[in-house]
């Protein structure tokens, strides 16, 4: 297996800087996703990867090694495209062979190996039927058997589980982590859906307009966001922002003065914004919880409000309030039916408030 070394990697489409100057270390055996809103690059950079997008300029090493000019064979890398990219009129074993045969690999080795994958993957009892004879979850399988029948140094996946109805998409992430537990595999795994990269990443890459925002740990990027944007975008559902202007508070800390009318306590925290700055204050919905339906924060502010939506989920129950001058999200675990217009009380919990500065809408400490 191999890291992937991306430096000042550019890439113009015509007058378009779709990628600019991009600088990522992938490190050998991990699993990275690169997600980010449609349109932000994350194709584009897993294309330049795999040598199907040719650079503006800039470098590409794959376990050390310099392939910017090596065409797509050449790299080591091997890519699952989101179609699947089956052969139709192939079986199943001419599918997951057909490269080994292009490279001149003998007869009984391809079918070993296509023996090999099959297993793995669990796809021998199919191996003698045609694309069109398999369901979704088996097709993906196969794609994902060509892949690894090439014995790349990196995987490249682009999407593959998005034509999977959900409960099929839930168990092939789980099926994709084992296979790369079990491999020790590098993986670059394209996707738009911040659930998938939390789930199954070791490290998620998020970007935006061709920039990345920030690269960390799903942890890192859930409890630690660099700034508003990835604070929105990761984390479901999102978390809720809120403008308002730090002032002295009582008792000689700071206090957070919501444009939207509350005053949150920030306590004495030694970092806290000075008095008269603008921020931004992010609340996730696991932080606001209604009074008797969960463990109450240590400290809290408290207000009641009336639920203005209600979207019960079974093992919990999701409720939108009027607060600060917009709506909260709060969620509900073990939840009680509650119905639109009932009145609760609910406390946010205050040390778990993410503030930004509201020009620059970088975190503050
Ligand atoms: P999605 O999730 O929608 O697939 P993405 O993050 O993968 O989006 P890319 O496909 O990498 O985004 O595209 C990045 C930007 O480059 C987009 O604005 C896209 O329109 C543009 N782009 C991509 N390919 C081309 C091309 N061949 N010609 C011109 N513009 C392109």
Redesign the pocket.
């Known amino acids: 297996m191999a890291s992937v070394s991306i430096r000042a990697l550019d ?1 113009w ?2 007058d ?1 800087h ?2 600019p100057a991009l600088d990522l270390d992938i490190e050998d055996g991990s699993f990275v996703a ?1 997600v ?12 330049m990867i795999a040598g199907l ?1 040719t650079p503006t300029a800039g470098r590409l090493m794959i376990g050390g090694r310099d392939v910017t000019d090596l065409p797509p064979r050449e790299r080591g890398v091997a890519m699952v495209f989101q179609s699947y990219a089956l052969y139709p009129h192939m079986t199943v074993r001419e599918n997951l062979t057909f490269g080994l045969r292009v490279a001149g690999v003998g007869t009984a080795e391809r079918a070993r190996q296509a023996l090999e994958a099959a297993r793995l993957l669990e796809i021998e009892p199919y191996l003698d039927r045609r694309p069109a004879q398999l369901s979704g979850g088996q097709r993906q399988r196969v794609a994902i058997g060509r892949a690894l029948v090439r014995k790349p140094d990196a995987f490249l996946f ?2 593959p589980l998005s034509n999977l109805d959900a409960q099929l998409r839930n168990a092939m992430r789980i099926e994709l982590k084992k296979l790369h537990q079990r491999l020790g595999a590098t993986i670059v795994f ?3 859906d911040q659930v998938e990269a939390m789930t199954m990443a070791d490290r998620i890459v998020l ?1 935006r ?2 920039v990345i925002e920030q690269a960390g740990t799903p942890l890192d990027l859930f409890e630690r966001p660099a700034n508003g944007f990835v604070a929105g975008f990761i984390g479901a559902p999102a978390m809720r922002f809120f403008a308002g202007v730090a002032e002295a508070g009582p008792g000689g800390g700071t206090a957070i003065r919501l444009d939207g009318g509350e005053t949150l306590p920030m306590g004495d925290a030694a970092a806290a914004p000075e008095p008269g700055r603008r921020v931004r204050v992010g609340i996730r919905p696991e932080d606001v919880v209604p009074r008797g339906h969960g463990l109450p924060p240590q400290r809290g502010f408290a207000f009641t409000a009336p639920v203005l939506l209600s979207e019960p989920l079974g093992n919990e129950t999701l409720l939108i309030a009027p607060f600060g001058g917009g709506e909260v999200t709060s969620r509900m675990y073990r939840p009680k039916p509650v119905r639109v217009g009932d009145v609760l009380e609910f406390a946010v919990d205050l040390d778990r408030l993410h503030l930004f500065d509201e020009a620059s809408e970088l975190a503050l400490p």
Do not use: N
């Not at 980010?36 to 294309?47: A, D, I, V, Y």
């Open positions: 890439k489409f015509g378009f779709a990628i690169l980010g809103p449609s349109g932000c690059g994350k194709s584009t950079t897993l294309r997008e682009d999407e394209v996707t738009h970007m307009k061709g």
